[in-house]
């Protein structure tokens, strides 16, 4: 029953062996090496990222990590690290949801000892909105004329503020971005009293921010005199 289908590691098809003077003999069932012996192609692993894209590359939520290796005979086993130190076996796909710039190293390895070249995949990650603070003539309570100095301050820990955009009214409609600067000249609504600047800042990420405030007292009128003692006519 030798020749019956399936892989028991004996061969069914007889092996010539020739001997050093040339004469033949036949092994009618010749021990075989396993066919994985003679993979000495390394596994190829594929990364594939799902979360909520933002803008420029960047996610503006968790991201999933899916891994896929492929071999030309059997992969044994899959590994990633978020540190290119401490390797874990993947088994399923797992969550990032650190922000930032997370770089996630990643190989596989087969059967036979075949070891893939680690790859790495670099995930952007940005989940929070800018935040920032306006200040109207640095900081001053009055000022006489509707031209005023504004000095905005944002931050952004992940990807980083790209632009920004100032308000009288807060309504935010057709207000232009414009590239952040250290001040910038503007011109309050005319008309004595508390007058209010709003600032929005969207960082790389494409996350727009809360608007942020600052009054300042418009204050264009002089004082006038009126003389009560003594009377007028006197």
């Keep these: 029953n030798q020749d019956q289908p399936g892989s028991d590691g004996i061969g069914d098809t007889p092996y010539i062996i020739m001997d050093a003077l040339h004469y033949q003999e036949e092994d009618q069932y010749p021990l075989m090496n396993p066919w994985a012996s003679a993979d000495i192609t390394s596994p190829v692993t594929t990364i594939s990222l799902n979360g909520v894209s933002g803008d420029d590359g960047w996610f503006i939520s968790d991201v999933t990590v899916t891994l896929s290796a492929t071999d030309d005979t059997e992969v044994d086993k899959t590994e990633y690290s978020l540190d290119n130190s401490n390797w874990i076996t993947y088994m399923a796909p797992f969550t990032v949801n650190d922000e930032g710039y997370i ?55 992940a990807s980083g503020v790209r632009e920004v955009r ?14 952040p600067a250290a001040t910038k000249d503007w011109a309050l609504l005319s008309g004595d009293g508390i007058k209010t600047v709003y600032v929005q800042y969207v960082d790389n990420a494409g996350l727009v921010s809360q608007s942020y405030s600052a009054t300042i007292t418009l204050d264009t009128a002089p004082p006038s005199i009126v003389i009560t003692s003594p009377s007028p006519g006197y």
């Design 166 to 179: 100032f308000s009288n009214d807060g309504v935010w409609d057709d207000e232009p971005w414009e590239v």
């Design 103 to 157: 770089k996630v190293h990643y190989k596989s390895i087969d059967k036979t000892g075949n070891q893939e070249t680690t790859k790495t995949a670099t995930i952007k990650i940005d989940k929070t909105p800018p935040t920032g603070t306006i200040i109207i003539n640095g900081g001053d309570a009055y000022t006489i004329s509707t031209s005023v100095t504004l000095t905005s301050t944002p931050t952004d820990a």
